[in-house]
Nanobody
Framework: VQLQASGGGLVQPGGSLRLSCTSS????????IAWFRQAPNKERERVSC????????YYAEAVKGRFTISKNFAKNTVYLEMNNLVPEDTAVYYC????????????????WGQGTLVTVSS
């Protein structure tokens, strides 16, 4: 399983970005697809996850109400729509896949895409 993450960039506080994770794992619908982020000198944390099958979604408390995860089967892509961004959202964002359920522990995820850098700064 290969995953390709894209969409990062520089955005001002209060702005928006949409990250994309393209993978055959999306179309198979057998995998939970998660977004993690890692800021400098911090541990990797799960931001959001969408499960295979029932498409249940999960969010970290810090991003609830601001981030939305969604799936497009036709494009084999999972999106992370990020709104009202704050400087604390600055990190390298990774997408990852594992068999369901969605779990928070990074080491459980067997498949990882390369990171995409999100910088929130004025």
């Amino acid at each position: 399983v290969q995953l390709q993450a894209s969409g990062g960039g520089l955005v001002q506080p209060g702005g928006s970005l949409r990250l994309s994770c393209t993978s055959s794992a999306v179309a198979s619908d057998h995998y939970a697809i998660a977004w993690f982020r890692q800021a400098p000198n911090k541990e990797r944390e799960r931001v959001s996850c969408i499960s295979g099958g029932d498409d249940s979604t999960y969010y970290a408390e810090a991003v609830k109400g601001r981030f939305t995860i969604s799936k497009n089967f036709a494009k084999n892509t999972v999106y992370l729509e990020m709104n009202n961004l704050v400087p604390e959202d600055t990190a390298v964002y990774y997408c990852a896949a594992t068999l369901p359920p969605c779990v928070t522990v990074a080491k459980v995820y067997e498949h990882w895409g390369q990171g995409t850098l999100v910088t929130v700064s004025s």
